[in-house]
């Protein structure tokens, strides 16, 4: 990725870039509730920290987040700022580089 489409990436919205992370495997697009035996749906949530959406059973209405048993799991920063540390990280980027650019 260079900065052009980094650049790109940042500039989406909040549902393109849960899509961004879906498609690239870091974030969950689907569940299955061990409950019900029902695929769960996203639904926005905006107490969520990573990405405002959940995923929900629309029969038991248990709420898993889009983190659960990924590398994100536990994190309280939004994507946006995970993608930008990733990136900066990648590209060994020092924090003090970052803050100037
Ligand atoms: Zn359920």
Redesign the pocket.
């Known amino acids: 990725m260079d900065l052009h489409d980094f650049g790109r990436v940042m500039a989406l919205e909040e549902d393109g870039l849960m899509a961004f992370f879906q498609d690239h495997g870091l974030l969950r697009r689907q569940l299955h ?1 061990t ?2 035996s ?1 695929q769960y749906s996203t639904i926005k949530w905006k107490k969520a920290t990573v990405v405002h959406y959940v995923l929900r ?6 709420k898993k987040k889009l983190t659960t048993d990924t590398m994100f799991e536990g994190a309280h920063l939004h994507m946006r700022k995970l993608l930008a540390l990733i990136y900066l990280w990648a590209y060994n980027i020092c924090v003090g580089t970052a803050t100037t650019m």
């Open positions: 509730c409950t019900c029902r059973c629309p029969s038991c209405r248990t």
